[in-house]
């Protein structure tokens, strides 16, 4: 925690002393390092070595690009957690791989295919043209040299050579692309009788010796987490509204300094009626739903609620709403629908317009021209801006005092007693699990389980609070004595037995009907209803059933000659004897429009796997040898 300590006395003479002396060893030690001796070597590859300069690069790339994802919710102990300085090291070799293997095969990035991709980059173009100061003002956003931020250009580039280059030797042939569109389109259809374990958990008994024996084969089930117990500080900025005053003078200041935030563009207010088609739709349906929707749009420039027309034949989400959009200013919708929009007057009914949806009737009911709001429209949304605003950086600096003053050994309770701030204790809970009244997302339960007992935290932000929190007691992860778990081990062991018995059941029936039974003659017998499904494909969940992958594949090697697979199934609703029923095949138009999308997403697929493969067999050939061992701790 020596981040946390400097922090905490970043005011001190003593760490400014500490500072000065670190600074004077890095100064010394890595400015000689690098210059005379070209860096510190951390490892070799195949005789090329990565030098402590190449690493630390690497290293904050990562380091940074892991900080902007976990913002206000950031522990140091997160480096620890996502092992980032080995993956930094990883990289590099992975990256030192390619390089020697694209120089030996004689591939190699000029500065003109540099330049050409930063200079085509969407990032950096203003009005569909290269903007260097766009440029510029990004990389120093990203806190990124123009130098680094080429290499990196330079290094992708040559992955997608390599990757072209390895792709060349294994393209994707038709027949590929016809099996998989096949594999992924093909339909099929079954009966089904369905088994509920639910019916047979009444008639099964339990041995106690067989219930143990059922739990030490399922211990992991029963894992109780790694759990841990915080006390934290909490600096809400709701506190310091009253402490805000805000006059008029100040109010005018603000619209004045940020007037840009009160400029509005041309807005409209609209309904709309859709008749939905698709894209591809053949010319006699085009016409079908034309048809329909000219008699409605001849009803509604005759007077007709338009309201009410569309709450009765519209086909779009809004219908419920009477098609209403609400206000919308240009580039909210799509293309044709705006432009028919933004042509028309208040009042008015378009004709029918055309886009990828379908057909549109559109009235439009106000506008709102472009313009500035007044300072008296926006008077107390400003504010209120304004409090918020300050009330956040007063809590803020609140909170960084409270950090800066904080011995590095301190009693928490007493310390927030002394400054007159609210502390609070949470009960024991596993990742997952709410943290009492400051809620939080996964990123905040990595972060706070990052830290070790008797750890503080860095200063935390979630939902508009600002926390402090202490790690008071820690649980590891363990596996429970029987006793501890006892209902659940008999809920779960009654369960387990009553599907045995399902499952019982259904092979019974299954091995009837492959020894020649009658499916009708056994759903009498047996008083059960049997179900048919809609056709399916071998992607997403089975109609009626839910998602079973074994089944789904089962059921595609079946036929005419096979009806019935060589097993039962099951899922959490029950166990399922099932009978094929039919097949559908590709629609072979739609195979000839979606053919080259399939293609592309087979090439990406193979891309993967081949360089995947190649860069695999690169370091199990290369001769890898860590001089520097890089350390998390």
């Known amino acids: ?30 400015g000689y390092s690098f210059t005379s001796r070209n860096g510190v070597k951390v490892a070799l590859v195949n005789g090329e070595p990565i030098s402590g300069l190449e690493y630390q690069k690497a290293y904050r790339t990562l ?35 390619v390089s020697q293997e694209a120089k030996r095969i004689g591939l ?46 330079a290094q992708e580039l040559l992955q997608k050579k390599i990757r072209q280059f390895l792709i060349t030797f294994s393209p994707v042939t038709d027949q590929e692309i016809l099996d ?27 041995d106690n010796t067989a219930m ?96 009410l027309l569309a709450k009765k034949y519209s086909e779009g989400p809004t219908r ?35 886009t990828s949806f379908g057909f549109h009737i559109i009235k439009v009911e106000d506008i709102r021209e472009a313009g500035t709001k007044s300072l008296e429209e926006v008077g107390e949304q400003i504010r209120e801006t304004i409090i918020k605003n300050t009330s956040m950086d007063l809590a803020h600096e609140k909170a960084l005092s409270l950090i800066d003053q904080m011995p590095y050994q301190v009693d928490l309770v007493q310390y927030a007693r002394q400054h007159n701030v609210p502390i609070s204790h949470s009960d024991y809970f596993s990742q997952n699990e709410p943290i009492s009244d400051i809620g939080g997302d996964k990123k905040l339960w990595e972060s706070i389980f990052s830290l070790q007992k008797k750890d503080m935290s860095e200063l935390i932000e979630v939902g508009d609070r600002f926390f402090i929190i202490l790690v008071v007691e820690k649980k590891p992860s363990r596996l429970p004595e029987i006793k501890e778990v006892s209902d659940g081990v008999k809920e779960d062991y009654i369960e387990h037995l009553a599907i045995l018995k399902a499952k019982s059941v259904g092979e019974e029936y299954l091995a009837k009907l492959r020894g020649g039974k009658s499916w009708d003659d056994l759903i009498k017998e047996s008083n059960l209803t049997p179900e048919t499904t809609d056709f399916f494909t071998r992607q997403g969940p089975i109609p009626k059933i839910g998602y079973i992958p074994e089944l789904q594949e ?9 009806r019935y697979p060589d097993r039962i199934f099951e899922n959490e609703e029950g166990v399922f004897v099932i009978r094929w029923e039919g097949e559908e095949g590709i629609d072979e138009k739609k195979y000839t429009q979606e053919k080259e999308r399939y293609r592309y997403s087979l090439l990406m697929a193979k891309h993967q796997d081949i360089f ?11 001769t890898i040898e860590i001089v520097n061992p890089v350390s998390n701790e």
């Open 1 to 30: 925690m020596l981040l946390s300590l400097m922090r905490r006395h970043a005011k001190s003479w003593l760490i400014k002393f500490l500072i000065a002396i670190i600074a004077v060893v890095f100064i010394f030690y890595f």
């Open 63 to 97: 380091l940074e690009a892991l900080q902007k994802d976990y913002k206000n919710v950031w522990s140091d102990n997160l480096i620890k957690v996502f092992d980032l300085k080995n993956r930094a090291l990883e990289n590099l070799i992975n990256q030192k791989l």
């Open 108 to 153: 190699d990035i000029t500065e003109k295919e540099i330049q050409n991709e930063i200079l085509s980059h969407p990032a950096f173009q203003f009005k569909g043209r290269f903007d260097e100061s766009r440029y510029r003002s990004l990389l120093q956003h990203n806190r990124m040299k123009a130098e680094d931020f080429e290499a990196g250009v």
């Open 180 to 206: 998989h569109y096949t594999f992924s389109n093909q339909k099929a259809k079954i009966s089904f009788i369905k088994i509920l374990p639910e019916k047979f958990k009444e008639s099964v008994s339990i």
């Open 212 to 307: 143990e024996n059922y739990f030490n084969e399922n211990k992991e089930r029963y894992r109780v987490p790694e759990k841990i117990k915080i006390t934290y500080i909490t600096i809400d900025p709701d506190k310091f509204r009253e402490k805000i005053p805000v006059n008029d003078q100040l109010i005018k200041d603000f619209y004045e300094d940020n007037i840009e935030m009160f400029k509005q563009e041309k807005q409209i207010k609209a309904r709309h009626i859709l008749f939905k088609l698709k894209r591809d739709a053949s010319e006699d349906e085009t016409n079908k739903v034309r048809e329909k929707a000219l008699s409605i749009l001849k009803r509604a420039q005759g007077g007709e609620d338009f309201a």
């Open 320 to 354: 419920e709403g009477g098609g209403d959009l609400g206000y919308f200013s240009k580039g909210q919708m799509i293309k044709p629908f705006e432009e028919a929009a933004f042509k028309m007057k208040k009042g008015q009914i378009s004709d029918l317009v055309r």
């Open 554 to 562: 089962a059921v595609f090697n079946l036929g005419e000659n096979k």
């Open 612 to 622: 995947k493969d190649w860069l695999e067999n690169l370091k199990k050939e290369a």
